[in-house]
Each structure stands twice: as C-alpha cells, then as structure tokens.
C-alpha cells in the first residue's frame, strides 16, 4: 500500500511564503515524477509543479518565478517552497506520484489547504 503524507498548509498573508512537503511510503519499485495540483472552491483541478525522476520540472505559468518544486530522492519526498503568495493561490494542493509498486500508478495525497489572506 501506498501513502503520501502532506504537510505545511496554513493561512499566509499576501506577499508571505509556505513550504508544503510530501513523502511518499510503501513498497515502492520506481518513482517516475511527483508533483503539486490545486483545486479552489469552483474551480477545476489544475497543476501547478511536477519534477521527473530525472529532475525535469514543469511549472503553471501563474507560480513561474514564485513557486520551485524541490525533490529528495533518497526520502521520496517532494516539496513546494511557494513565495510571493498572491490571494489566487489560495485553494487545496494535493500532492501527486507517478510511481510503479507493481504496475505504475498514479497516486493522490489527502490534500492540505492554503489559505492567503490579510
């Protein structure tokens, strides 16, 4: 069985900084990329960061120059250092894996809010 544990929302005002975290655990064969989603109250899920084994990283053009997508291979962990934090960033990220335990699937986290309000 897989998991994958978030932590590091919270409320922020405007113009702050957060740093989200996500370790995956279980019987892992491969990681091929792990990544951030959001989804705000009528809206629909939409990525913001991704990062391939291989360190290739991929960025919605709304956090480009404010979010960076960190990675510990050795921790199967990723994270999501956010600056800058803007009120339209406010939503639920959910952390994502593509990983292979014995077939590759994709795997969610629980989700954990952000909230950025003065």
């Known amino acids: 069985q897989v998991q994958l544990v978030e932590s590091g929302g919270g409320l922020v005002q405007p113009g702050g900084s957060l740093r989200l975290s996500c370790a995956a655990s279980g019987t892992i064969s491969m990681i091929y990329a792990m990544g951030w989603y959001r989804q705000a109250p009528t809206k629909q899920r939409e990525l913001v960061a991704t990062?391939?084994?291989?360190?290739?990283?991929n960025y919605a053009d709304s956090v480009k120059g404010r979010f960076t997508i960190p990675r510990d291979n050795a921790k199967n962990t990723v994270y999501l250092q956010m600056n800058s934090l803007k009120p339209e960033d406010t939503a639920v990220y959910l952390c994502?894996?593509?990983?292979?335990?014995?077939?590759?699937?994709?795997?969610w986290g629980q989700g954990t809010q952000v909230t950025v309000s003065s």
């Open positions: 990062i391939t084994s291989g360190g290739s990283t």
């Open positions: 994502y894996a593509d990983l292979r335990v014995t077939r590759r699937t994709n795997y």
